[in-house]
């Protein structure tokens, strides 16, 4: 195993911990997440988040959103989900799908 590839583990553990610390009823981006985590590309995010084992780890992953405010895409079933448990937890939603940041971003 590379320098590199050690690294990666603890990058994600480094992601899983932020978005583990996202307050119940708030959301946020993957910019912010990558800001608070020390990573430089927030795409690393969402693929440190597609390969996250919730049978494993209680990480509340729908409480990260794209810098619109909207849900990113990926499977209809997995964005349906997505926003079934953030409206679970309180978060509204406007008629453009979005949710203000200003209301419920960190």
Known sequence: MTNSDNKLPNTFENIYAVVDSIPFGLVMTY??????????????????????????????????????????????????????????????FGRNGRIDLNVYGV
């Open 31 to 92: 910019s912010q997440v990558a800001l608070y985590s020390g990573v430089t590309n927030p795409r690393v995010v969402g693929y440190a988040l597609s390969r996250l084992n919730t049978n494993d780890r209680n990480t509340p992953w729908q409480r990260v959103v794209n810098s619109r405010g909207k849900i990113s895409n990926r499977s209809q079933e997995q964005m349906k989900s997505q926003r079934d448990l953030l409206e679970s937890e309180g978060v509204c």
